[in-house]
């Protein structure tokens, strides 16, 4: 969701962080000209302008999901020995 600081956005964010919590990606993609310019000229943010604040935000946001994603997997391996232990 693109987010900015106008009082609604903040109201929206404040509501999802209630219903999920830390499901929530901590990364926040702000409204910026070039995410918008981007899909005008078949681009993406990236081949765009890979050097706004919106290609930023959006390289923040990978990040934090394949951090999670790194997470996710060495948890399902320790799991898996702590099984193979047991046996």
Avoid: M, W
């Avoid at 996710?72 to 391996?77: Q, S």
């Amino acid at each position: 969701t693109r987010y900015n600081r106008r009082r609604i956005h903040q109201e929206v964010a404040a509501c999802l962080y209630e219903r999920f919590g830390k499901k929530l990606f901590s990364s926040r993609i702000n409204e910026n000209i070039a995410l918008a310019e981007a899909p005008s000229h078949a681009q993406t943010i990236f081949e765009y302008s890979p050097h706004s604040t919106g290609a930023n935000d959006f390289d923040l946001l990978c990040r934090e999901l394949l951090n999670r994603q790194i997470h996710h997997e060495n948890l399902e391996h320790e799991k898996k020995n702590v099984e193979q232990k047991q046996k």
